[in-house]
């Protein structure tokens, strides 16, 4: 369904209607059909909602468009409608839930963040360009093409039907807006402030940017411990759904061992 042109897909559980809620946030330059696969493991237990973040896929044209990280935990806070619920972010998506659930622990049962970028941190590698203007004499359609080339590889991108990469193209106006905006807007959360259970994921074969900033989110969030996925990368959530999964069903578990009650629908 539509909410003011944001894309939301709404999946009720076979378990039916007490069935625990789930919502997934997909990451930069993506779609919320790069969870198809894990989304279709979890309807039998879960209610699973996910959505086209604005600026991407069917919310390209939501307006206004969205600037950073406010933005899109807003649209969050949108999407979950004061519902208690399970919170699943890959990648950026992982971020916007990590900011969210700072804001609204009320809301937020338990987490599975796999890769967020936390990229306000002066270590944070930028590939491109200044941190104060990352962006600066490039075009959006050559971001997005050079930000999917760098993800899926030279040759993967090189075999990508034509229509497909000028679908991509559209989406490097929302790619500049919220990877300019995490440098160098204020960092969108303090650790301190998720008090939620945390699970923190990444792949074996993940970049070392990653494996230092699960870590940290390891150290000091309150309540996060670490989940490693073996013989996935970034993608893993596409590559190794089964895991990703089973990643999810966890936290569904812990939040209700944690919380005595399951999330509303």
């Not at 279709?40 to 896929?57: E, P, T």
């Not at 402030?193 to 993940?206: F, K, S, Y």
């Not at 936290?251 to 009650?261: N, Q």
């Amino acid at each position: 369904m539509s909410q003011d042109a944001l894309f939301v897909d709404d999946l009720p559980s076979d378990a039916g209607d007490d069935a625990p809620l789930v919502v997934l946030v997909h990451g930069t330059m993506d779609r919320h059909s790069s969870f198809a696969r894990v989304r279709s493991r979890l309807m039998a237990s879960c209610h699973v909602v996910s959505y086209d973040r604005r600026g991407y896929g069917a919310s390209r044209e939501a307006t206004p468009p969205a600037h950073g990280m406010e933005d899109h935990s807003a649209d969050l806070e949108r999407v979950v409608a004061g519902r208690r619920c399970v919170l699943v972010g890959h990648s950026y998506g992982g971020t916007v839930v990590l900011t969210f659930a700072a804001r609204h622990p009320e809301l937020a049962s338990a987490i599975v963040v796999y890769e967020p970028p936390l990229a306000w941190l002066d270590s944070w590698p930028s590939h491109n360009g200044p941190r104060d203007a990352p962006f600066e004499g490039v075009t959006s359609e050559e971001a997005a093409e050079g930000f999917v080339r760098r993800i899926v590889g030279e040759h993967r991108y090189d075999r990508l039907p034509l229509k497909t990469r000028e679908d991509l193209m559209k989406d490097g106006d929302a790619l500049i807006a919220e990877l300019t905006a995490i440098r160098s807007d204020p960092p969108p959360f303090e650790l301190a402030q998720v008090t939620t259970p945390v699970l923190v994921a990444r792949g074996e074969h993940t970049a070392r940017r990653h494996l230092e900033s699960t870590q940290l989110l390891v150290d000091r969030l309150p309540a996060a411990s670490l989940r490693v996925i073996a013989g996935a990368g970034h993608g893993g959530h596409q590559s190794h759904p089964n895991e990703f999964s089973a990643l999810v069903l966890e936290a569904v578990a812990l939040s209700e061992a944690t919380s005595g009650e399951r999330s509303p629908t």
